[in-house]
């Protein structure tokens, strides 16, 4: 599918990660596999910390906390807001959607509109293309779309495959209506349902729901440790999927877009690790200082939040001021591709806050 919305403009972006920091350091004697060849394999992925929420906090508590920051800020304000778009793959409960809950939480007015997407590493292209439509069917001025998950203090620490990988974090873009020609999104997505099992976390669902059987732990063909309750994924299968899908990918949505890839300032895409994303970058000819790999190393990848983390952490402030074009890009789970080319800039906020833990929603200061 590809489509461009005109009409519509990112405004600012806040990105939340809790303040709790596991390092790859502490975390190496609990794997079972050789010290020396752990320390390799990270060196080469680029793990160093990453950011895990504790278990009281919640995917709705770390987002709610994150629209608090922008209210206690100013950059937006409750009594304004008309809607709300919460993307994520975690949920505070099975029913009410987390959009429902964080409207509880914040006491937001009874007459915006609410929506949830389960989603994962292309969730915030997903979510951004739901909320542009929204505003550009002319109901809504403005959207907020919120990413945010947590859950990884549940993952195996035995398994090195995934556990210094996974990161918590929430995101809250605000999306407006715009007048500006120039203002407008493109995107482009692509799935391929048959290579799903390469990502997959087998129980938990009504396929196969928990149960004593699933939570048991066993050792996988790698020689990690994990159970049908932990999300496995195929490494190989899936860096494979990267280098051939995504370079025309990005050619698709720049044709989308009237533009050529050279006209692109930065390259702001989903953060698998470090390794995956420089190949990637050389692959497709494209500076590695202007395509992003270090939010694996600082914060841990977490799934459709780390375009936000990414954009708060790489450019900041000085989206403040500059305008430029950039290409969104994503991949996983699914197996799922998304991308998306827009001005980002002259933006109302860009900040990355911390999240104190503790299911803490209110911004003390």
């Given at each position: 599918?590809?489509?461009t919305?005109?009409g519509?403009?990112?405004r600012g972006v806040?990105a939340?990660?809790p303040?709790?920091?596991?390092?790859?350091?502490?975390?190496l004697k609990?794997?079972?596999?050789?010290?020396k060849?752990s320390r390799?394999?990270g060196?080469v992925?680029?793990?160093?910390?990453h950011?895990i929420?504790?278990?009281r906090?919640?995917p709705?508590d770390?987002?709610?906390?994150t629209?608090?920051?922008?209210?206690h800020?100013?950059?937006l304000?409750?009594?304004?807001?008309?809607?709300?778009?919460v993307v994520?793959?975690?949920r505070?409960h099975p029913?009410?959607?987390?959009?429902?809950?964080?409207h509880?939480q914040?006491?937001?007015?009874?007459?915006?509109?609410?929506v949830?997407?389960y989603?994962?590493?292309?969730?915030f292209i997903?979510?951004?293309?739901?909320?542009?439509?929204?505003?550009?069917?002319g109901?809504?001025?403005s959207?907020?779309?919120l990413t945010?998950?947590t859950?990884?203090c549940?993952?195996?620490?035995?398994d090195r495959?995934?556990?210094?990988?996974?990161?918590d974090?929430?995101g809250?873009?605000?999306?407006t209506r715009?007048?500006?020609?120039?203002?407008?999104?493109?995107f482009v997505?692509?799935h391929?349902?048959?290579?799903?099992e390469?990502?997959?976390?087998?129980?938990g669902?009504?396929r196969?729901p928990?149960?004593g059987?699933?939570?048991?732990?066993f050792?996988d063909k790698?020689g990690?440790y994990?159970?049908?309750?932990?999300?496995?994924?195929d490494?190989?299968a899936v860096?494979?999927f990267?280098m051939?899908e995504?370079?025309p990918l990005?050619e698709?949505?720049?044709d989308?877009a009237?533009?050529q890839?050279?006209?692109?300032?930065y390259?702001?895409t989903?953060?698998p690790?470090?390794?995956m994303?420089?190949k990637?970058a050389?692959?497709?000819g494209?500076?590695?200082?202007?395509?992003f790999?270090n939010?694996?190393e600082n914060?841990g990848?977490s799934s459709c939040?780390?375009?936000p983390?990414?954009i708060?952490?790489?450019?900041?402030?000085?989206?403040?001021?500059?305008?430029?074009?950039v290409c969104?890009?994503?991949?996983?789970?699914?197996l799922s591709?998304?991308?998306?080319?827009?001005?980002?800039?002259?933006?109302?906020?860009?900040?990355l806050?911390?999240?104190?833990?503790?299911a803490v929603?209110e911004?003390a200061?």
């Amino acid at each position: 599918m590809k489509a461009t919305i005109h009409g519509v403009k990112i405004r600012g972006v806040c990105a939340t990660v809790p303040s709790h920091v596991s390092r790859f350091e502490d975390e190496l004697k609990h794997f079972p596999f050789p010290e020396k060849t752990s320390r390799r394999l990270g060196k080469v992925m680029g793990f160093r910390e990453h950011r895990i929420a504790d278990t009281r906090t919640t995917p709705c508590d770390l987002a709610s906390y994150t629209l608090n920051y922008l209210f206690h800020k100013g950059y937006l304000r409750k009594e304004d807001m008309q809607g709300l778009v919460v993307v994520s793959r975690t949920r505070d409960h099975p029913i009410p959607g987390n959009s429902k809950v964080i409207h509880g939480q914040l006491g937001l007015p009874r007459d915006m509109h609410c929506v949830d997407m389960y989603e994962n590493c292309t969730g915030f292209i997903s979510g951004l293309f739901a909320a542009c439509s929204m505003v550009a069917g002319g109901g809504l001025d403005s959207v907020v779309l919120l990413t945010t998950v947590t859950g990884s203090c549940y993952a195996n620490i035995k398994d090195r495959n995934t556990y210094p990988i996974g990161g918590d974090a929430a995101g809250a873009t605000l999306i407006t209506r715009s007048d500006d020609p120039e203002d407008k999104i493109s995107f482009v997505f692509h799935h391929d349902g048959s290579r799903r099992e390469v990502l997959m976390t087998p129980a938990g669902g009504m396929r196969m729901p928990y149960s004593g059987e699933t939570a048991k732990v066993f050792k996988d063909k790698a020689g990690n440790y994990r159970s049908l309750n932990h999300m496995y994924m195929d490494g190989t299968a899936v860096f494979q999927f990267v280098m051939e899908e995504v370079p025309p990918l990005v050619e698709e949505v720049c044709d989308v877009a009237g533009i050529q890839q050279k006209d692109i300032q930065y390259h702001i895409t989903h953060q698998p690790n470090r390794f995956m994303l420089e190949k990637l970058a050389d692959l497709m000819g494209v500076s590695r200082d202007i395509l992003f790999n270090n939010i694996v190393e600082n914060f841990g990848n977490s799934s459709c939040s780390t375009i936000p983390v990414n954009i708060a952490f790489n450019l900041g402030k000085r989206l403040l001021g500059e305008n430029p074009l950039v290409c969104f890009s994503a991949f996983g789970a699914g197996l799922s591709l998304a991308a998306g080319v827009c001005r980002l800039g002259n933006l109302r906020f860009c900040d990355l806050i911390e999240h104190p833990g503790n299911a803490v929603i209110e911004y003390a200061g």
